[in-house]
């Protein structure tokens, strides 16, 4: 079965300095990767999608995520963070069922510091 | 365009009361997610429908919970004799035929159970 662990569940970085979000996955199969942001009472924003075209993604607002499938991370980076940053992401597995449904860690609250 | 929109917003209920949450996908698409969302945790699939069918319902906690999509748009997420352990954000989720991995977010609706 699929799933995600998402390694911190708090990451505190100042305005600025570069962001690192770790996540691994676990998957059977070449598997459909996700980085979505959820800011304070706001929906769930998608920034990036993996599907096995390139490793390295490219997302919105910055973000960029790398699939690594001797290590199964699928870490989310950002040269420089924003105070705009600040909100909580998840990194999520596509099931490999019929149904596409997503699984999802258990995010990572990111505060960045003036 | 508009996006995935959900009503209400906030619901406050009395433990034994029923509650009906509804979902407006994007215009177009086929697939409807339901997923519930505990404080602090990452959201988990209740429920999908592919256009009006019930494909998956898995996730569906106990047969106190329904959702329905009669007509291949709206959705209605349905639970009776509510306790208090269904406190917790509902998310709606949809996506395109072309792009099925892809789902897009509603706002969510935070139910709370007294």
């Known amino acids: ?114 | 365009g508009a996006g995935v929109s959900q009503s209400p917003r906030y619901k406050v209920t009395k433990r034994g009361q029923d509650v009906a949450l509804r979902c407006d996908p994007i215009s177009g698409h086929v697939s409807l997610y339901w997923y519930r969302q505990a404080l602090g945790q990452g959201p988990e699939f209740l429920t999908y429908f592919n256009y009006e069918a019930q494909q998956d319902k898995s996730g569906l906690p106990n047969d106190r919970f329904s959702a329905e999509r009669p007509e291949g748009s709206i959705s209605t997420l349905t639970i009776q004799r509510t306790e208090q352990r269904d406190s917790a954000m509902y998310r709606c989720a949809s996506s395109s035929f072309s792009s099925t991995d892809t789902q897009y977010f509603g706002p969510g609706t935070r139910l709370t159970v007294l």
Request: proline share 4%; charged share 15%.
């Open chain 1, 1 to 114: 079965a699929q799933s995600v662990t998402q390694l911190d569940s708090h990451v505190s970085v100042s305005e600025g300095t570069p962001v690192l979000l770790r996540c691994n996955y676990s998957s059977s199969y070449s598997p459909s990767l996700f980085w979505y942001v959820q800011h304070p009472n706001k929906g769930l924003q998608l920034l990036l999608k993996y599907t096995s075209a390139a490793t390295l993604v490219k997302g919105i607002n910055g973000f960029e995520a790398e699939f690594k499938k001797s290590e199964t991370s699928f870490h989310l980076t950002k040269p420089s963070a924003h105070m705009s940053d600040a909100a909580e992401y998840f990194c999520v597995v596509s099931d490999d069922g019929a149904t596409n449904k997503l699984i999802f860690g258990t995010g990572t609250l990111l505060a960045v510091q003036p």
